[in-house]
T-cell receptor, first 117, second 111 residues
Framework: NAGVTQTPKFRVLKTGQSMTLLCAQD?????MYWYRQDPGMGLRLIHY???????AKGEVPDGYNVSRLKKQNFLLGLESAAPSQTSVYFC????????????????FGPGTRLTVL | KQEVTQIPAALSVPEGENLVLNCSFT??????LQWFRQDPGKGLTSLLL?????REQTSGRLNASLDKSSGRSTLYIAASQPGDSATYLC??????????FGSGTRLQVQP
């Protein structure tokens, strides 16, 4: 199993350009997440999905869009990149549960380092 | 809003020392707490997950405890080794099925 994979690993954009980050998981997980990590701030949740065809906003969703057309893939889009979006982006997935409890650990991809000039 | 704090922000110890990393959270209504390791330029590796009904979890030289009522967790590393050098992150699941992270403790173990 490859686990959680992310493409690309690195990217440099100019302000105003657009791009899509791809996350793929081969563990048949229901839940998938996009986080960003900035120096000294830990990871913050951007968007998440609790199943194919569903998405929801996290803590810092502005400037990003997501889609989950297939269960194994979760795409993060930047329509008009800004320097404030320079960060390391992590995708994660978890099996998910029924009910309100979530007992399953999250598995993370290796990250995408994005620089916006 | 849940806030997670990790103390200390950085720690340097000699090889062989036992050490404790601290994590505190403001809302005790959590479902689980997870400790991660992050090596420079790499992703996160899950170390231990403690369910809200549990008091501690152990894996090898690692032991994590959870006191929900006081909003605290500790990660105990026994007989530290240079290979333990990394950033350790604490994260809590508050039922949104997503994690709230602390900013991490950067650990350096000197040979």
């Amino acid at each position: 199993n490859a686990g959680v994979t992310q493409t690309p690993k690195f990217r440099v954009l100019k302000t105003g350009q657009s791009m899509t980050l791809l996350c793929a998981q081969d563990m048949n997980h229901e839940y998938m997440y996009w986080y960003r990590q900035d120096p000294g701030m830990g990871l913050r949740l951007i968007h998440y999905s609790v199943g194919e065809g569903t998405t929801a906003k996290g803590e810092v969703p502005d400037g990003y869009n997501v889609s989950r057309l297939k269960k194994q893939n979760f795409l993060l889009g930047l329509e008009s990149a800004a320097p404030s979006q320079t960060s390391v982006y992590f995708c994660a997935s978890t099996e998910g549960t029924s009910g309100r409890s979530s007992y399953n650990e999250q598995f993370f991809g290796p990250g995408t380092r994005l620089t916006v000039l | 809003k849940q806030e997670v704090t990790q103390i200390p922000a950085a720690l340097s110890v000699p090889e062989g020392e036992n050490l404790v990393l601290n994590c505190s959270f403001t809302d005790s209504a959590i479902y689980n707490l997870q400790w991660f390791r992050q090596d420079p330029g790499k992703g996160l590796t899950s170390l231990l997950l403690i369910q809200s009904s549990q008091r501690e979890q152990t894996s090898g030289r690692l032991n994590a405890s959870l006191d929900k009522s006081s909003g605290r967790s500790t990660l105990y590393i026994a007989a530290s080794q240079p290979g333990d050098s990394a950033t350790y992150l604490c994260a809590v699941d508050t039922g949104r099925r997503a994690l709230t992270f602390g900013s991490g403790t950067r650990l350096q173990v000197q040979p």
